[in-house]
């Protein structure tokens, strides 16, 4: 099933199934919990993240050939660092280039993001999918000079200004997505392909993840893991490419959708 959630024409925020047709039928409860879909057509004015996340981790250097691309080693543990929820951005809103906390290498990077239904602590990596709700797709948006040059070693300054964390269009659940480590992903800038691979390029698949991030730590309900980039970010180029107002980033991933955002300035 694909979960949207969206505004209706009074500005109120729900959930609903998307259908084949394009329709959609309003969800009543909490996606998180138990929830039922009913047979009433969805008013949907704007769609909306297709959650708030009560934490966004992210794990750098997933794949191996981007691991290659960057000159760094196949790491032996997931590099983790983590984006605050308040970097949430919805499809088709613009990613702001910050101005204030001025940036002029921002990046692209598309990617896996799964969401975790229920809490868990210490999964063991064989049950480790019994805990995740589904899946949808993610742009990890980076700021590449805070992030390298003046991060003092940290990514996190880098990766969390607002709007650097677009998800969306649809939370696909993850009985239509029995085996997630098949499917394409890809960037697309302004109608050229950036980014074009395969979730199978995973160094640690996502039972791996799970396993590692809810050791000795609890994953709540919501919680969303960025699970890496393939190549092809503009930071490997050469030159680089980095994302200027006026651009159109688009993130597609097989059987989920496509993300699409514009690009712009932060507001003076």
Not at 104 to 110: L, P
Not at 117 to 139: H, I, M, P, S, W
Not at 253 to 266: A, D, F, M, Q, R
């Amino acid at each position: 099933m694909k979960i949207i959630r969206y505004a209706d024409s009074a500005g109120k925020v729900g959930y609903a199934s998307e259908q084949a047709d394009g329709s959609a039928l309003v969800i009543y409860g909490d996606i998180l919990a138990e929830y039922t879909v009913t047979g009433d057509k969805a008013d949907i004015k704007k769609r909306l993240a297709p959650l708030v996340p009560s934490m966004i981790w992210c794990i750098g250097l997933n794949y191996k050939h981007h691991a290659r691309e960057t000159g760094s080693e196949i790491p032996q543990y997931p590099v983790l660092f983590a984006k605050s929820p308040s970097a949430l951005q919805n499809p088709e809103d613009p990613i702001l280039i910050p101005i204030h906390l001025k940036s002029d290498k921002v990046d692209f990077e598309c990617e896996l993001a799964v969401v975790i239904g229920k809490a868990c602590k210490n999964v063991r990596r064989e049950q480790a999918l019994d805990y995740v709700l589904g899946y949808t797709c993610a742009n990890d948006i980076s700021a590449r000079d805070w992030q390298i040059e003046r991060g003092g070693t940290q990514w996190c300054r880098g990766k969390t200004f607002d709007t650097f964390a677009p998800l969306g269009p649809a939370l696909v659940t993850s009985d239509d997505i029995p085996e997630p480590h098949s499917l394409r992903i890809q960037t697309i800038l302004n109608g050229k392909s950036m980014q074009d691979w395969n979730t199978n390029d995973m160094i640690f698949d996502i039972p791996t993840l799970i396993e590692f991030l809810s050791g000795s730590t609890t994953l709540l309900p919501g919680t969303v893991i960025l699970t890496g980039t393939p190549q092809g970010v503009g930071l490997a180029r050469k030159p680089p490419v980095w994302l200027k107002a006026g651009d159109r980033i688009s993130v597609v991933i097989e059987k989920i959708g496509t993300l699409s955002n514009p690009v712009s300035e932060e507001a003076l």
